[in-house]
C-alpha cells in the first residue's frame, strides 16, 4: 500500500462518489468517463495547470523532483515504494543526485579506531 496525500484523497473522493460502476476516475476533463486515458495525457494534463500555475515545470519533471527529493530525505527504498517501481534500478533514473548524497552521507561517518 502506498500512502497518499490527504488533500489529493478528498479531492479524488469526491471524483470517486460520482463516478458509476465500472467508470475509470483518471479519464479525460478529471471526470469519471468510460474511456481509460494514457499516462502520457495525465502528465500533460498535469504540465497546463502547471503552466497556468505560472511554474514552468512539466508533470513529468514533479514526479522527478518529488522522488529525488523522497530519496535524499528517506532513501532510494521508500522511493521506490512511493513510485510503485519493483526494482531501485528505475527509481535511480529519477534519483538524480542520488549517488552525490551516498558520498556526502558517507563523508560524515564517524570512525574511531
Known sequence: ????????????????????????????????????????????????????AGLNITGYALKHTYLNMVTNKFGISKAKELAGHTNERTTLNYAVDYEEQQVEKNKNIDIRI
Open 1 to 52: 500500500m502506498r500512502p497518499i496525500n490527504i488533500n489529493a484523497w478528498n479531492y479524488w473522493k469526491r471524483i470517486y462518489d460520482v463516478a458509476k460502476p465500472n467508470q475509470y476516475l483518471f479519464s479525460y476533463n478529471q471526470m469519471p468517463n468510460d474511456d481509460q486515458i494514457k499516462v502520457n495525457s495525465f502528465y500533460d494534463a498535469a504540465s497546463k495547470y502547471l503552466k497556468k
